[in-house]
């Protein structure tokens, strides 16, 4: 049993018909990872018809059920996403969430909440909604693929920015706690404070790259102004480190550009594979 898995997972469906993330996750496997070890799920290239309200829900769902068989397989302790669209987030957070009993608190770093639904969603872009179905609000077969299921509490949206109203509505009824871009720079050890007053032992750690200034970051998939410069990201990471056992951490929705900067990309997987 590992310690810790690394999953590449380059799903780019839930993005829509562009196939950006699913290289972004091929080019951190092929060029970040330094021949380490790593299990990968396997995906389509072919594109996908919408289903339930989702583009490409069958490939979702296929690939979710195979990423669940590789955790159950390999059962272990920590997690390593490299992903393509955040809705590969379904496995490994139910995963650990169900491995420590709960004990986890979700810091999702994010411009965006992806907390739509398919009854709200102006896309039907899977990626707008992992974390809304985490918490229980979502496809029947989805969640019922998943090892367990998020209560709101459990969850603290970072660096999140770009709000689709229903998903405003969602935060605010769930009582969902956030940490802004503002209270991240000017506090690293902000998000570590507020996972230890819930009384949360162990972290999950959700990054799409898109919580970067994108001026500085240009290679993220859904740029958003206003962002966290790498820096700021790497001192909450540390802090995190320090006071809790981050059980499980993911890097999504990268969209690899020509003669790109990959140091802070380096320092931030080489993170992840120590956590």
């Known amino acids: 049993m590992p310690e810790l898995l690394t999953l590449v997972f380059p799903q780019w469906q839930g993005s829509g018909n562009r196939k950006d993330t699913y290289y972004g996750a091929r080019y951190i496997r092929d060029n970040l990872l330094d021949g380490a070890g790593f299990e990968e799920v396997p995906v389509g290239l072919d594109n ?13 769902l296929g690939q979710l059920e195979s990423a669940c068989g590789i955790l159950r397989a390999n059962h272990p302790d920590k997690v390593f996403l490299v992903g393509g669209d955040c809705g590969t ?19 999702w770093f994010d411009a965006h909440g992806d907390l739509n ?18 918490l229980g609000d979502g496809d029947v077969a989805l969640k019922d693929s998943c090892f367990s299921l998020l209560r709101p509490e459990q969850v603290i949206m970072a660096g999140t ?18 940490a802004t871009v503002d209270d991240i720079r000017n506090d690293a050890g902000k998000i570590a404070r ?31 102004e206003n962002g ?30 020509e003669n790109m900067d ?11 594979r120590e956590i």
């Open 117 to 134: 639904s398919p009854a709200t969603t102006v896309s039907n872009n899977f990626h707008g909604m992992p974390l809304r179905c985490l």
């Open 89 to 107: 987030e379904l496995a490994p957070v139910s995963y650990l969430n169900k491995r420590y009993e709960s004990d986890l608190a979700v810091v």
């Open 228 to 257: 966290l410069d790498a820096p700021e990201l790497m001192a909450g990471l540390l802090c995190l480190k320090k006071e809790l056992n981050i059980a499980g951490i993911s890097v999504l929705e990268l969209r690899p550009v």
């Open 262 to 272: 990959i140091s802070p990309l380096e320092k931030l997987i080489g993170f992840c």
């Open 48 to 60: 996908a018809p919408q289903e339930h309200g989702i583009r490409g829900y069958r490939q979702i």
């Open 194 to 224: 507020m996972v230890r007053e819930k009384g949360y032992r162990n972290v999950y750690v959700h990054i799409d790259l898109d919580v970067l200034y994108p001026e500085k970051h240009p290679w993220v998939q859904c740029p958003c």
């Open 161 to 178: 920015r770009d709000l689709d109203p229903p998903e405003q509505a969602f935060i605010e009824e769930k009582s969902i706690d956030c």
